[in-house]
């Protein structure tokens, strides 16, 4: 029930408050993202209405009735360097921590789709994530773990097809059903072209591989993840949290869009859309975020797409908190960092998160920075008592203002993409590129003239010269072992088979209207690379480059 | 001369701008950083070349002399950097071009930082490091005549 | 590299030469004289090819896929890739060169990005130097790119031997660049995104506009293309192509190019005696004098002209 205060008693308070001393450090009182604070929220801030609640339409309080009463968020950290060896040793070591799924981080060349032989990835092998090259390092990667038990999560967009195809290839020799299959699948393309630019082909190929994975897996992969529409990269290349949101659903939208002009129905293919979000440091702006992504989802497919499967209007998410927001400076504090925003991700109702490693600035991840990392989520879920209520905050006049201004900033973005003629053309035109190099040059500014502080990096920066960490470091022979390995599995293979694999998925490459999932398989099978499948798409679609908005 | 003609003589001929070739070496897309590294070094005079994603040290140095630019600015964030920075620095020593600064943005380590200067690399600069501080160690570098 | 090695490395073929040459220019600096005068092909002038039109038309794609086709026929090409907004404190970001990477490394191909800062006068003087320069150098082929937003594709125009002016369908472009005048300047249209729905259409405005214009010698060609699939490049070469042929029958290529002499002789008497005018107002307390007594300045720049007499010309530029 809300508690009204008398106008007398709201006033007393105003009088109150411009009577007392204000602080003088001029820092500033808006949210991180410029948003401004009001002093105090009462109930006449949020919007009147009936009272919302969890697990009802539109989700602002969450997708289920019961919350984390019912089922705890899974904790999936993000893991991946070296080779398949390395990596498959770290997911048998978190597996026995107490982690509950996986999600494989790839390495450079393997994200650009190109072999750890060719000449650029020199370098850059097992530096970011694991290097794959073919089903063999698959095959390695995730020897002696049951795919049909675990849920995996896949980090790879330009490629996702090729890496799907590797991974339902080593869980059919583990004789394992593509419908037992549990796992995400990142495949956002649209984002890469917004924010991360792990692109290779121009936009509107790149779209159809999207559908085509999205029409495969609905049938053959049912409960597979098809798309992990994120928001993550938009936030971490500088946007605000509104654009973060708002751009993330526009890119959701434009999926849904494609996926429609193919023909497919919205209920066959909405439910195994999921999202992903970066739990910054500003903790209730991200909470409002959250509350209002699901709000905005809900209303969407079922005003606009006309939805009628429940799940097709529940938007699922996973977070990560914000790498971005991690000091060099004093790097132990970024565990402190993070716990805030592994808390914000809870209170706003997350299904999975990733909680980053307080070294992550500096390089990898060493075994016991990873384990702080799912330790500080494991202090949220069993000792803070934060899950023991669902959605704690709803009420909260502040958080509920917060998310009702989220919405409305994100429906605003909606209405300026539209005029661009939708998500693609804005992105040609450079319009959300050119929003988010704004923002984060406002953001650098704004530390520059101190009017935001960061702990230990233009505050409080005493004791930063003690910093004395360890750093986990790939040894260089690990680069060469991984080029002569692909280079044995080409060696190794049925050459004609692996030939007339890569001669198929080009032709169908070139017929618009061919599913090329199938033909990707059939590749993978045979041993192809990942160089030789993406090459020989990038032989019919092209390569983009894109045009620079600073 | 006299200070008085001095001025009148940089009204005529304006002071070479500092060149600054901008590049995303290695294969990760991020570009955050030299987007607002960008920014600000132009807002403090300095004349930007900025080559955009996936240069090859090649393609950098091509570009650095193709521009006349003085100085060579990499940002890179996939941990390649013991790799392809010195590779900067070598290709510039093949094509005789030593007097192009370099410096590098992006998650390096202390003792990597360390070991690139000795091959090279004039500065480093890590995540979180102020914006001044760069102008400044440009300004440093190329006073103004 | 140090000043004095310039001659001999521009003489030599080196690239570093060639592009402090170009720095020398954009700094006005007098002595680039003595370099020109002392190279064999000092005189030499490449074909020069301006390219404008409204940001987002996909110039500097469509410049790409050209040079690729000149480079197919063996030719030299350099680009000027000149940006006419100099925002804040002299600063500039050059992007252009980010269209043209797959020519990055060709030794065929140079490419230069030029901010308009300090430029007295625009853009013109200096870039007609350069284009000297590139001629001197060997190039064969010089393609100037601008945005087409103020007065700077009016400079293009006055230098290039063929100006393309890019459009895009759907923009209301047409309608923009009859108001800034940008009709007038184009020797060939190039309608790109031609598989754009409403290329047709925009081809047709122009159609419609040019024959409202006075009737010229040459009719401007509109071209289609899709410069991102390569699609009409090939025909916006060869309209190229039949623009210089008609530029040579009918003797307007030998009189642009004596126009063009004069101009650039009359800018170079023009900043030589600015200089020397900031000179004697600064230093010559006779001159400053009278100004400051007439509070009028034309007896003031009469003296000024008077006393120069035969010193107009720069010490560095002197024989």
Redesign the interface.
Known sequence: MKVRYAKETFAEWQRQFEAAPKRSDGVSATTVSGAEIEPLYTSASPADGPEELPGEFPYTRGIHAAGYRGRLWTMRQFAGFATAAETNRRYNYLLENGQTGLSVAFDMPTLMGQDSDAPTSRGEIGHCGVAIDSLDDMETLFRGIPLAQVSTSMTINSPAAVLLCMYLAVAEKQGASMKQLNGTLQNDILKEFIAQKEFIFPPEPSMRLVVDSIEYCAKEVPRWNTVSISGYHIREAGSTAAQELAFTLADGFAYVDACLERGLKIDDFAPRLAYFFDAHIDFFEEIAKFRAARRIWARHLRDRYGAQDERSLKLRFHTQTAGVSLTAQQPELNVARTAIEALSAVLGGTQSLHTNAMDEVLGLPTDKSARIALRTQQMLAFESGVANTVDPLGGSYFVEALTDRMEAEAEAYFERIDAYGGVIPAIEAGFMQKEIADAAFRHQQELETRQRLIVGVNEFTAGNEEDEIEILRIPPRLEQEQVERVREVRRRRDQARAAKAVTELRKAAASPSENLMPYILDAVRAYCTEGEIMGAMVDVFGLYTEKAVI | MSEVAAAGAQVEEPARPVRIVLAKVGLDGHDRGVKVVARALRDAGFEIIYTGLRQTPQMVVEAALQEDAQVIGLSLHSGAHMTLFPAVVEELRRRRAEDIVVFGGGIVPEDDIVELKKQGVAEIFTPGAPLQSIIDWLRNRFPAR | ?PERNLLAEFKAGN??GL??A??LVE???PSVRHLLEGLANGARRPRVLGFTGAP?TGK?TLVDALVSNLRESELRVAVLAVDPNS?????????D???M?RH??DPGV????M?A??H?GGLSVATREAVRLLGAFGFDEVILETVGVGQSELEVAAIADTTLVVLTPGLGDGVQMIKAGIMEIADVFVVNKADLPGAQKTMQEIRSMLSMGPKLSWRAPIVGASA?KGEGVDEVLAAVERHRAHLEASGEAAERAEARLKDEAADLVAEWA??QA??L???DEAVAGRLRRDRIPYAAAEEILTRAGGRLVPEAART
């Open positions: 590299m690239i570093r592009a402090r170009i720095s700094q006005r600096d987002g500097s925002p804040y404190s002299g600063g500039a970001i050059l992007g060169r980010i269209r990477q990055a490394l140079y490419i230069r990005s901010g800062r300090g007295l991102i600015r200089a900031r000179r107002l600064d230093q």
